[in-house]
Structures are given as structure tokens and as C-alpha cells.
């Protein structure tokens, strides 16, 4: 099946910096990808919805400011954590969808730690 | 809106025994329908899908069947084994307005299968 990396699998970050986190298809080419937060125990909470050329279209009490994200090429989705706080210390999982069906590869996940 | 209701966990179950998950769904039109599972400190990982009525997906011993009159997609195996403890999450594909789709997730269910 499609395979989706993201990097890096875990970063331990102080409170008030900016953590990157990339996500990408590997073997094919993702108009769409989707970015969640899980947090321990629990379902999968959509964030945004990350598409290729245009802006995110953010799900409803996600701050948009807070969480960026920016799809530049159709393997490539980034999601930035600005000015980090310890409740955003969670796992951090995208998808990508292959195009022109509805089934979501997902990538392995990064934890991020605010202390 | 669509959703996705599955059995509370967590689930504990010996070695060799039948392992039922429960999942039904709420949706307008046909959905396409997943089981993910997900290992300690992994990501998803997509485990088997149907996308019609009575389609019976399977993978690794694990099926489930899209009963369109009960609006159901049950987990079945026959036989679990200690490397089946997992959370398992069902799902189902749900339409975007820019033609793509994104997946709406159960809360997941925990397996826990002991020697």
C-alpha cells in the first residue's frame, strides 16, 4: 500500500517555541492530506484539512494561528505548533488521501512534548 | 452529520478465543467503511475496508461485513492472538465539498489478549 513518513517522530520542545512537523507521501502524489491529534487513550481528532496550493480548511475550535499548516508540493504537508504551551503535548498523526478514492494512508505520528 | 458509534473497550480476551467488535454508522448515501488499528506507540495502519453493501473485507484473519440494513460493520476473527492487542478504530469515508473525501472515526476500541 501507499506509504506516508513523517518527521520527526518525537521532539521534546520549552514552552513558547515553534515545533515543525512534515508529512509526506512517498510513492504517490496527494492533493489532500489531513492533519489529527490523539490524545492518550482516545479517537483521533481532525484538525485540518491540508490541500495542495490553496489554504487549510480548519475544523471548528482549532486556532488556525496556532496550528499552521502549508501543503506546498503534492508530497509534502507541514504543520507548525507556534508558541507552544504544555497542553499542546500530545500525538500528532496526517494522513494523505490517494487521489480519486477514500481510503487515507497514515503516517507513523509524532509525539511532541511542551514542557 | 455522519458518525461512527463502536463498542466501549476495553476488551480482554484469551489466546484462541472469537473476537467480536461492534460498529455501526450513521450516513447519508454509501459511505465507504474501514477497521485501523493502531499498536502501542504506532500509527493507524488501515487493516481491511468495504466499500458497498454486503462487501466483506478481510486481512490477517480479521472480517467484517457491510450490512447495509442494519448499518453495521462488524469485527470478526476467529481466532486472536496475544499480537492482536491493538486499538481498533472503525470508520467510514465521508464527502468534501472540494470532491475529495476525509474519514470520520469511532472512538476506538482497546483489545487486550492474554497468553
Known amino acids: 500500500g501507499a506509504v506516508v513518513s513523517q518527521h520527526p517522530s518525537r521532539v521534546i520542545c520549552k514552552s513558547g517555541t515553534s515545533v515543525k512537523i512534515e508529512c509526506r507521501s512517498l510513492?504517490?502524489?496527494?492533493?489532500?492530506m489531513f492533519w489529527y491529534r490523539q490524545f492518550p487513550k482516545k479517537s483521533l481528532m481532525l484538525m485540518a484539512t491540508?490541500?495542495?496550493?490553496?489554504?487549510?480548511?480548519?475544523e471548528q475550535g482549532v486556532e488556525k494561528d496556532k496550528f499552521l499548516i502549508n501543503h506546498a508540493s503534492l508530497t509534502l504537508s507541514t504543520l507548525t505548533v507556534t508558541s507552544a504551551h504544555p497542553e499542546d503535548s500530545s500525538f500528532y498523526i496526517c494522513?494523505?488521501?490517494?487521489?480519486?478514492?477514500?481510503?487515507?494512508?497514515f503516517g507513523p505520528g509524532t509525539r511532541l512534548t511542551v514542557l | 452529520g455522519n458518525s461512527v458509534t463502536q463498542m466501549e473497550g476495553p476488551v480482554t480476551l484469551s489466546e484462541e478465543a472469537f473476537l467480536t467488535i461492534n460498529c455501526t454508522y450513521t450516513?447519508?448515501?454509501?459511505?465507504?467503511l474501514f477497521w485501523y488499528v493502531q499498536y502501542p506507540g504506532e500509527g493507524l495502519q488501515l487493516l481491511l475496508k468495504a466499500t458497498k453493501a454486503d462487501d466483506k473485507g478481510s486481512n490477517k484473519g480479521f472480517e467484517a461485513t457491510y450490512r447495509k440494513e442494519t448499518t453495521s460493520f462488524h469485527l470478526e476473527k476467529g481466532s486472536v492472538q496475544v499480537s492482536d492487542s491493538a486499538v481498533y478504530f472503525c470508520a467510514l469515508s465521508d464527502s468534501l465539498n472540494t470532491g475529495g473525501f476525509k474519514t470520520i472515526f469511532g472512538a476506538g476500541t482497546r483489545l487486550f489478549v492474554k497468553a
Open positions: 491540508s490541500n495542495e496550493g490553496s489554504k487549510a480548511t480548519y
Open positions: 510513492d504517490f502524489q496527494a492533493t489532500t
Open positions: 494522513s494523505a488521501s490517494v487521489p480519486a478514492t477514500d481510503t487515507q494512508y
Open positions: 450516513a447519508t448515501g454509501y459511505p465507504s
